[in-house]
């Protein structure tokens, strides 16, 4: 399954709650204020870094990053743009974590 | 594959409506096909031809009425729409009001419901 | 004849604070007139959906209390409760509306809590799912 979280991490609990309901396989794509989640030496990052340990599959919207101007990232985090996105849709079934 | 876009917020505001469009403008690109894109909650303000915003910035509402003109099925819920003084006098062409069965059908016609909200 | 689809909702945002929890209500009663196989999951503060005695009488805005205690009357009766969010909000299955009764005996029909694998793996067999 694909899991998409657009919340930042450091003020809402959306990506944590979505952790908790990954099943080993599934994917994780970050996209809007959700991309924060993904930089770099944040005190947010090492859920990301755990995630990455069982589920290497984690995407970062690149478009949102660029936005943010976020150049440090989290390494294994995969940057895709739109077409990825559509991509992993395209192979998964979903849930936005709204 | 067939695809169904969600949209909860209104435009401006939030980046669902920007989100949603980058991911269909994608979709179509690589030859998807987009079985309807529904506006709910706020969403509904999406649509209306009075928005006015700067002539530097998208227009959001006209960028949808480019995607109903390409015969995409472009609908805002009505019970929604009603409640936020969004009726058919005030909407862009190629856009059409109506019910939340419209919803249902794209949900289990289409082989991915994806939701942009808040 | 086509196979009935399995179509999910989840419910993750408080009640009344924003309209999301209310119209999305909207959206299960029309879906549930269809051919779908429906099921609803509370979590986070979608669990405050269904607090028993809620009374927006004084905010003078539409409760919901009513028709959440009798989903089970519009055929919505897979209805699941996270574990968890419940518990770390300090509330127990007592808490929880009932959500209709049973046909033939009359007894109260509850929410199920479950856990987070069993919500994780329902999710996996879902054709679709919807975030209100």
Redesign the interface.
């Known amino acids: 399954m694909l899991h998409t979280v657009n919340k930042s991490p450091f003020q809402n609990g959306t990506l944590a709650s979505c952790l908790r309901f990954m099943n080993s396989g599934d994917v994780l794509l970050l996209l809007e204020d959700g991309v924060l989640a993904a930089a770099a030496g944040t005190r947010c990052s090492a859920m990301i870094e755990q995630l990455l340990q069982s589920n290497p599959e984690v995407y970062a919207l690149t478009a949102d990053l660029d936005a943010r101007g976020l150049k440090r990232v989290i390494p294994g985090v995969k940057q895709i743009d739109y077409e990825g996105f559509v991509d992993l849709v395209a192979q998964h079934s979903m849930h936005a974590w709204l | ?1 067939k ?1 169904a876009v ?1 949209v ?1 917020e209104g435009p401006y505001n939030h ?2 409506s920007d ?1 949603a469009y ?2 269909i ?3 179509l ?2 030859g ?1 096909e987009i079985r309807g894109i529904f506006f ?2 706020d969403g509904v303000y999406n649509v209306t031809k009075l928005m006015e915003p700067p002539q530097d910035d998208r227009h959001i509402a006209n960028r949808w009425s480019e995607l109903g003109a390409l015969g995409i099925d472009i609908v805002a819920c009505i ?2 729409a009603k409640r936020r003084g969004i009726v058919d006098d005030v909407l862009v062409p190629n856009v059409r009001i109506s ?3 419209q ?3 794209m ?2 016609e ?1 082989d ?7 | 004849m086509a196979e009935v689809k399995k179509i999910m909702f989840t419910v993750r945002k408080a009640p009344h604070g924003s309209i999301y929890v209310y119209e999305g209500l909207e959206v299960k009663l029309i879906m549930a007139a269809y051919d779908a196989d429906i099921s609803v999951v509370f979590m986070d503060d979608g669990v405050f959906a269904l607090q028993k005695g809620q009374n927006t009488k004084a905010l003078g805005i539409k409760g919901f209390e009513a028709t959440y205690g009798a989903l089970v009357d519009y055929e919505i009766s897979k209805i699941y409760v996270d574990r968890e969010s419940l518990l770390s909000r300090g509330m127990t299955e007592a808490d929880l509306l009932v959500i209709g009764e049973d046909e033939e005996s009359e007894e109260p029909l509850h929410p199920q809590v479950v856990d987070a694998d069993f919500i994780a793996n329902l999710m996996a067999q879902q054709h679709n799912i919807l975030c209100f």
């Open positions: 594959m695809f969600l909860y980046e669902a989100s980058n991911f403008k994608a979709a690109k690589k998807h709910y909650h019970a929604a019910g939340l069965g919803l249902t059908m949900a289990i289409a991915r419901m994806v939701t942009f909200g808040d």
